[in-house]
């Protein structure tokens, strides 16, 4: 999400006429606070100290006291060193220089380092991460506290009319037979609000099942300068700035995320099963009013099972069962798509591998012509050469199980369809 150069964000009305409707700003007053935040500045121990942690770096200076500490800072904005305890031997402090004063926190190593919930990899990212969160909540307390009051969330509708603003300038082209330039900021305006878009667009849709769901917000460190998609204000810090929602993909601080509306869209690309998901998340990202597995199953039975012995009562076999579950969860994707696929990955196989592969699949195809006499199809065929062909790297006898059934799969696909993949 990229950032825009003006300033804050005021209150809009949307204009009922498209052309002349201009989005929100983003605003950037908060991330211009984290430009100027305080560097890290580390103080190295000139000597070698005696039993240094080895995931403790020069910044260590043993034990000293909290005013041998203060005295090394020097009085510089940002320095730090770390400590061991006087009067708690193998407890760890960072002392910081911050606001002309020195911060002691008690400071944890579990294979990251952490004073509060974050974790860092090192220990310069935690003292940078730490300035930052500082300087901002010590100079914008009050402009954080009041972040929610004006968010931009509730006129999502601005989402639509751009993306028809750019739709009509695009076909205008097309039936002109000339052109018209639509400028990058619009592009940029659009990915921007993806999510939003989505949901105003749905909002509208008069298909759309108006289920309410939650937001399935989780912790979320974002790569790169992000806004808030509910107040428009900029994420600070160097990890876990704010929360994603795993199933619609929106973006918002933490705070932020306790005033969202229960209007999660869920976005089928980030749904990855159809069992064992949550189901009002799946009719939504289906746009359904039940699960479509429902639906179809419910047809074939009382299309040509409901005379069937045993109905409901005598189990499946469980490889068949899995086979279709794995069916749903691969949406049941177009057959030429999926050989396409295939065929994609097969070409990236050293030259060796490929004419050995290829040999191979020639040979056990023939195979499968003497079905009548030898009961081998390609799918037995698969079952039995799976996992010698791509045995998994982790010897581990849980993923192998797991495993099997995708093996023979491909196995069943190189063999049936040897002539066209190869």
């Known amino acids: 999400m990229a950032a825009s150069s003006n300033s804050s964000l005021s209150g809009s009305s949307v204009s009922s006429d498209a052309e002349e409707y201009q989005p929100p700003i983003w605003k950037s007053y908060l991330y211009q606070l984290q430009q100027e935040a305080p560097r890290p500045k580390r103080i190295i121990c000139p000597g070698e100290v005696e039993n240094r942690p080895k995931y403790y770096g020069r910044e260590f200076h043993g034990i000293i006291s909290r005013e041998q500490a203060d005295e090394l800072l020097g009085g510089v904005e940002g320095a730090y060193i770390l400590r061991e305890s006087q009067r708690q031997p193998g407890c760890y402090t960072l002392a910081l220089r911050f606001g002309n004063q020195t911060l002691n926190y008690r400071l944890f190593y579990d294979g990251k380092h952490f004073v509060g919930e974050k974790r860092f990899e090192s220990i310069h990212d935690l003292v940078t991460d730490g300035l930052i969160t500082l300087y901002i909540e010590t100079k914008a307390s009050e402009y954080i506290s009041k972040m929610t009051t004006n968010p931009i969330y509730e006129h999502i509708g601005y989402a639509t009319l751009l993306r028809e603003k750019v739709s009509r300038r695009l076909s205008r082209s097309k039936n002109e037979s000339r052109k018209t330039s639509v400028t990058n900021e619009e592009h940029t305006a659009v990915e ?231």
């Open 192 to 422: 921007k609000i993806s999510s939003l878009v989505r949901r105003a667009a749905l909002t509208h849709n008069d298909n759309h099942f108006n289920y309410e769901k939650t937001h399935n917000f989780k912790v979320h460190t974002f790569r790169g300068p992000h806004w808030c998609e509910y107040c428009a204000n900029f994420m600070w810090g160097l990890i876990a700035q704010g929360v994603r929602c795993s199933d619609c993909g929106l973006n918002v601080h933490k705070q932020c995320s306790k005033h969202v509306p229960n209007d999660c869209q869920p976005d089928l690309k980030r749904i990855k099963k159809v069992y064992c998901c949550d189901l009002t998340t799946l009719v939504k990202a289906h746009n359904t009013q039940r699960p479509m597995v429902v639906d179809i199953c419910i047809r074939e039975i009382e299309a040509r099972g409901l005379k069937s012995e045993g109905l409901y009562r005598v189990s499946g076999f469980t490889e068949h069962i899995e086979d279709v579950k794995m069916a749903f969860d691969r949406e049941i994707s177009n057959a030429d798509e999926r050989l396409e696929a295939v065929h994609d990955v097969l070409l990236l196989l050293p030259p060796a591998h490929y004419e050995t592969l290829r040999y191979l699949m020639i040979h056990l195809r023939k195979v499968t012509m003497n079905e009548k006499d030898n009961f081998m199809n390609a799918e037995n065929l698969g079952i039995v050469f799976g996992p010698t062909l791509m045995r998994s790297p982790e010897d581990s006898t849980l993923t192998t199980l797991h495993d099997m059934r995708y093996q023979k799969l491909i196995v069943q696909i190189l063999i049936e369809n040897e002539d066209v993949l190869f």
